[in-house]
């Protein structure tokens, strides 16, 4: 960038000059390319830098800028605006995508990251309540009589019907129900389930 550049003045390149180059550029002429891009880098970097805010980042955005002015030199039109002006249009379109593009990311990240917490968290607040219930069902087990808390842990831990449940226990099946019965509301009262 410490070359005299070959157009007007040394150092500085005027419309007209810039006009010229970038009709050479859009021919492939690299030396054109070269003096485009000692006149226009340290303008692009500054726009670039400016919105990106990381200078590894602005270099990348400002390298890609001018491979595009490179590429796109044929679709330069003099009526439209100086060259710098449709440089630094460029340079700033392309800086605020690399914004947006790193901001959709982070969102995207963030939420990845909150849907898994959510999770994690909604399992160990499950496994907590799932376990403080389970000590309170064996707390009130505890409060049946014994016939009452063979006859519910038989028929709901192990699936008997009443038959069964009278069969194994070797008591007539109306007692069975009863118990059954008269358990489960002792349950009920003592788990705090309303009827």
Request: a positive charge.
């Amino acid at each position: 960038m410490n070359r005299p550049l070959p157009f007007g003045t040394p150092g500085r390149t005027g419309r007209t000059d810039l006009d010229e180059v970038m009709r050479q550029v859009a021919h492939g002429d690299k030396q054109a390319f070269s003096t485009l891009y000692d006149a226009l880098a340290p303008l692009v970097f500054g726009i670039v830098i400016k919105v990106v805010r990381d200078r590894a980042q602005s270099e990348e955005v400002a390298q890609e800028v001018m491979i595009d002015l490179w590429r796109q030199a044929a679709r330069y039109r003099s009526e439209a605006g100086s060259v710098t002006t449709w440089a630094a249009t460029i340079a700033h379109r392309r800086a605020v995508d690399r914004v947006r593009s790193a901001q959709a990311a982070s969102d995207r990240e963030q939420a990845q990251a909150a849907r898994e917490h959510a999770t994690a968290f909604d399992e160990v607040v499950e496994q907590v309540e799932s376990r403080l219930e389970g000590e309170q069902v064996r707390r009130c087990l505890r409060g049946l009589t014994e016939i009452q808390r063979q006859a519910v842990t038989l028929a709901y831990y192990q699936g008997l019907t009443y038959r069964e449940v009278a069969e194994a226990l070797r008591a007539p099946l109306p007692t069975i129900k009863t118990r059954m019965r008269d358990g489960l509301i002792k349950l009920r009262d003592c788990m705090g389930v309303t009827a």
